[in-house]
């Protein structure tokens, strides 16, 4: 990664407290000792303070460092790893750890999603969610009644780790210090174990080295100063006039994929995740294509015209299509 000036110290995150990929993200964040700031977004859409870029992706987190934001704790993750390459997160076996990382984002998040105590949680909130995950019909009184083999499945996924740490080792890739799967799975098992409920399965005598493990990162991260909260209007302005960018020429653009996709440099595209929160597009020009990351320049206009930011997107997950022509009105 390049730029015009310096990498900025402190990059600005967008997130709200309880939020699992959140607190994914600022455990990366602490491994890698970032200083970064938080603008708090609120649980439900809108989120003005990410409107504000020019940017509607509704899933949180989303980082800027510079002029690049950057979308979905996996690709956050290693923007961050390129951009502050101290302290690395993804030194040893990557393509393991993201594969491992993905099993449990998914796994555990479901899992927790059932786990989640929705009979206390407002009307309002569980309506969003119902859109969010694409399933109107949800009822989350039966959801509830699914709680007990809930925690059946994490015992499995508990006993799973605890095979993984029958050797002895520290941390999950032997590694000197945590990774970012680590990081991963700590930070969806930590949310988890919020909900009470849970807290018996978390059995240290027959999970003994999942436990201790669990307790060694508790210590780590209770003893890392705290992130730096930003407030939204001042977030936009530094980030609007930030003059670092990321150097694209290392993503490229694979003609190759882009075939594939049916696009070319400069199309007007939207992209859109595949899981949850698909039907909020976010529309920009396609300035870099390679076969783990697509970036998107943001094409603001109308009354408020807001500057262009360059938005990154992890191919995996995440569909691109072209806008036809017709459509073009919406950019
Ligand atoms: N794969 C995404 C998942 C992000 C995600 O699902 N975030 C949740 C919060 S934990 C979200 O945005 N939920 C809907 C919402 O808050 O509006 C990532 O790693 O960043």
Do not use: C
């Not at 997950?317 to 072209?322: K, V």
């Amino acid at each position: 990664m390049s730029s015009f000036s310096h990498v900025p110290e402190s990059p600005i995150y967008y997130g709200y407290n309880g939020s699992p990929f959140v607190s994914k993200l600022e455990a990366v964040l602490k491994l890698k000792n970032i200083p970064a700031r938080r603008v708090d977004v609120p649980l439900t859409p809108p989120r003005v303070d990410i409107l504000a870029l020019g940017i509607p992706y509704r899933r949180v987190p989303v980082l800027a460092i510079g002029k690049d934001v950057y979308i979905d704790t996996s690709l956050i993750s290693e923007a961050l790893e390129k951009a502050y390459p101290s302290s690395p997160i993804l030194a040893t076996d990557v393509g393991l750890q993201k594969a491992v990382t993905k099993f449990y984002d998914h796994f555990l998040f479901n899992l927790g999603f059932d786990i989640l105590p929705w009979n206390k949680t407002p009307k309002s909130l569980q309506e969003d969610r119902k859109k969010f995950i694409g399933r109107p019909d949800i009822d989350f009184d039966e959801v509830a009644t699914r709680k007990e083999l809930a925690h059946s499945k994490l015992a499995s996924h508990l006993a799973i780790l605890e095979e993984h740490f029958s050797d002895g080792r520290v941390w999950y890739f032997s590694t000197p210090s945590p990774t970012y799967t680590d990081a991963g799975i700590y930070a969806v098992l930590d949310w988890i174990r919020s909900f009470r409920a849970t807290r018996p399965v978390f059995d240290s005598t027959v999970f003994p080295k999942t436990v201790a493990w669990f307790g060694r990162l508790d210590t780590l991260f209770a003893a890392k100063p705290p992130l730096g909260k930003v407030k939204g209007p001042d977030a936009a302005k530094e980030i609007f006039s930030s003059t670092f960018t990321a150097d694209l020429s290392q993503i490229g653009f694979d003609e190759v994929e882009a075939k594939r996709l049916g696009l070319k440099k400069g199309a007007k595209v939207v992209i859109s995740p595949e899981d949850s929160g698909r039907d909020v597009v976010t529309p920009g020009v396609l300035i870099a294509l390679s076969k783990q990351e697509a970036v998107i320049e943001t094409e603001q206009k109308g009354q408020h015209v807001i500057p262009s930011l360059r938005v990154h997107f992890p191919r995996l997950g995440y569909s691109i299509r072209e806008v036809p022509n017709g459509e073009n009105a919406k950019l």
